[in-house]
């Protein structure tokens, strides 16, 4: 968020993951699951706080894609985008 760069670590297996959040110093739960072969859904919990993010990531057949659905719980974000693998 605005140039500053945070480490999440996320669970695959159901657990969620706690990694501290140093832009608010809260702790962050993560957890990840694959859909499809082609869908990842990454789910970014910030403890303690309001913010419960879920991001859809959709990588189509063409290669170097991703298409990403963003929600927040509480319904006041929710976004469409993609993006290309730069070089």
Not at 20 to 43: I, K, S, Y
Not at 58 to 67: I, L, N, R, S
Request: aromatic share 8%.
């Amino acid at each position: 968020m605005d140039g500053h760069h945070e480490h999440f670590v996320i669970g695959l297996d159901g657990v969620e993951r706690f990694a501290p959040d140093t832009l608010v110093n809260l702790p962050t739960a993560c957890t990840g699951q694959w859909l499809a072969d082609d869908t990842f859904v990454l789910r970014i919990n910030l403890v303690g706080g309001i913010n419960c993010y879920e991001l859809k990531l959709t990588f189509p057949a063409q290669a170097g894609k991703v298409d990403v659905h963003l929600i927040e719980r509480t319904g006041l974000n929710e976004e469409h985008f993609s993006g290309v693998v730069a070089e």
